[in-house]
């Protein structure tokens, strides 16, 4: 009777113990699948930051498109205010900055 019990209990524990271990690989597949998540968004965050660097990089400040056009600030103030020429405002800021491609634009058109 004693040796019943015992095996009871053994098959009992042994059932217990699997089900842990089936818990146990289900948390492990969630955690798999969190991870996989986590890259993922790691790597859309990357390229937005990407992107965001190549829409900076295409912006000039003041000084560099003086230095491009090879003008004085009073000049570029007056092209700006009475020439239509190209610039964007900082929303939040009273910086003024330059699109690289709407000046060249903007000087192809001018210089004829």
């Known amino acids: 009777m004693k040796k ?6 053994i098959q009992k524990l042994l059932k ?3 089900a842990y271990m089936k818990g146990i690989l289900v948390m492990q597949e969630k955690l798999f699948d ?3 998540q986590i890259s993922e968004e790691l790597f859309k965050e990357v390229k937005r930051e ?5 829409v900076t ?5 003041a000084k560099d498109v003086r230095s491009m056009l090879e003008i004085s600030a009073s000049t570029l103030y007056r092209m700006r205010m009475e020439d239509g020429f190209p610039f964007i405002k900082v929303p939040g800021k ?7 491609k709407d000046i060249e634009e903007y000087m192809a058109i001018h210089k004829k």
């Open 94 to 100: 009273k910086s003024i900055m330059f699109d690289k």
């Open 4 to 9: 019943i019990n015992e095996v009871n209990n």
């Open 34 to 36: 969190i991870q996989n």
């Open 16 to 18: 217990r113990q699997r």
């Open 50 to 54: 990407k992107r965001k660097e190549k």
């Open 57 to 61: 990089s295409d912006l000039l400040s």
